[in-house]
């Protein structure tokens, strides 16, 4: 119950907080960042592939990492992941 109601917090007062960027921003920034970022804009298209590059990396880590951690694919009878699985004695 209480975490249900702290997301619901979270998801009201994310809505009514600005989360976009302000109007100074907004003018400055190119068409593909209007509305999204605060700051300084790109100063050449190197930028937007750097951004594009960090972007695939982030994803493909994301997804890796979920992938991995719901079917971990170790199969091995000698893996660490059987001894700890198989062993019924807590040693601490």
Excluded at 1 to 30: E, G, I, V, W
Excluded at 67 to 81: F, Q
Aim: proline residues 3%.
């Amino acid at each position: 119950m209480r975490k249900k109601l702290f997301l619901l917090l979270a998801l009201l007062t994310s809505y009514y907080l600005p989360s976009t960027a302000c109007d100074a921003c907004n003018r400055k920034q190119t068409v593909v960042f209007s509305g999204l970022t605060h700051g300084k804009t790109p100063d050449s298209q190197w930028d937007y592939l750097i951004v594009l590059i960090i972007a695939a990396i982030v994803l493909l880590t994301l997804f890796y990492s979920v992938k991995w951690l719901i079917r971990p694919g170790e199969k091995s009878v000698d893996h660490i992941k059987q001894f700890v699985v198989n062993n019924n004695s807590y040693e601490g």
